[in-house]
């Protein structure tokens, strides 16, 4: 399920998935990690005003990474959830 809040009247709406959810996920992600950037930059001049905002925009973020993935994974075909894989693995790797 997507959600959807207007920023001008604070209201939520649910969006129904369809064929396009994809990029509406995409696009929430793109907004999340410029908010994220915007925030990251803000703290580096003053981390007491903006440190908090700045990781509460990061779980932002994680959270609209994780819809995407969702959102993908269950579209894959055989071939592509190999694909998957083997990119998990080679992330998970990086991180060791």
């Not at 915007?38 to 973020?61: D, G, P």
């Not at 959270?63 to 993935?69: P, T």
């Amino acid at each position: 399920m997507l959600l959807h809040i207007n920023k001008n009247s604070s209201m939520v709406q649910r969006i129904e998935e369809d064929s396009n959810d994809i990029a509406i996920i995409a696009a929430r992600l793109s907004n999340e990690l410029g908010g994220w950037a915007q925030y990251k930059e803000l703290a580096a001049n003053n981390a007491a005003r903006y440190e908090t905002i700045m990781v509460q925009r990061f779980q932002h973020t994680l959270v609209a990474l994780n819809d995407l993935v969702v959102a993908m994974r269950t579209r894959m075909t055989e071939k592509e959830e190999a694909q998957w894989q083997n990119f998990c693995s080679s992330v998970l790797a990086r991180e060791s």
